[in-house]
């Protein structure tokens, strides 16, 4: 019996999303059909239904992933934020470029509203806000909802102008703007520490 999580069926997934990575690079996620799919990935329909219902679950699943991965690269564990983190953002869009670009057309931005905050970020949101300096989970959408506005149109622009800076000079312009509030935290840091 192929029971998903078994390696074949995982082999089978990724098989599936790569195939449908690798025609976002040709053509408008409009054209992509379930039989291009299958055709190109050389599994039979039934297959692909086993792990998706259609085209925009499949692209629903890699958003979902995405988001996780994105989590990875800025949180960790008991310790809250990570540096680098925009580096490696930037790093995994220049590398999936046409289907950041599919994404932030269709649905517009990376912005995450607290009721479709995935799992794990929800899992988290209690050492986060206090790691981020702020004093709740509202006040932390808001913040999040501002800059993801930003980040979206930066990642857009990016992605148009085909990555032509790289992942760090990128890092570099978003840390850039949030200078001046990385200092104000540190100085409220310091004075609270009086």
Not at 106 to 119: A, F, Q
């Amino acid at each position: 019996m192929n029971k998903k999580g078994n390696q074949r069926a995982v082999q089978t997934e990724n098989k599936i999303k790569w195939t449908f990575l690798n025609l976002l690079k040709e053509m408008d996620i409009s054209r992509i059909s379930v039989s291009e799919i299958c055709a190109r990935a050389q599994i039979h329909r039934t297959t692909f239904y086993v792990h998706y219902k259609d085209v925009a679950d499949l692209m629903e699943h890699l958003v979902g992933e995405m988001y996780e991965q994105i989590l990875f690269f800025f949180t960790d564990g008991e310790e809250g934020l990570k540096s680098g983190g925009f580096c490696r953002l930037f790093e995994l869009v220049r590398e999936h470029r046409e289907f950041f670009a599919t994404y932030l057309e269709t649905v517009g931005d990376l912005t995450l509203t607290y009721d479709n905050l995935p799992e794990p970020l929800q899992d988290k949101i209690e050492k986060i806000v206090p790691a981020m300096g702020y004093t709740s989970r509202e006040e932390l959408m808001y913040h999040q909802t501002f800059f993801c506005e930003g980040l979206s149109a930066v990642i857009r622009r990016w992605v148009k102008r085909g990555c032509v800076e790289s992942p760090e000079e990128m890092e570099h312009i978003i840390e850039r703007e949030y200078r001046g509030a990385f200092k104000q935290r540190k100085m409220e840091e310091e004075y609270e520490a009086i």
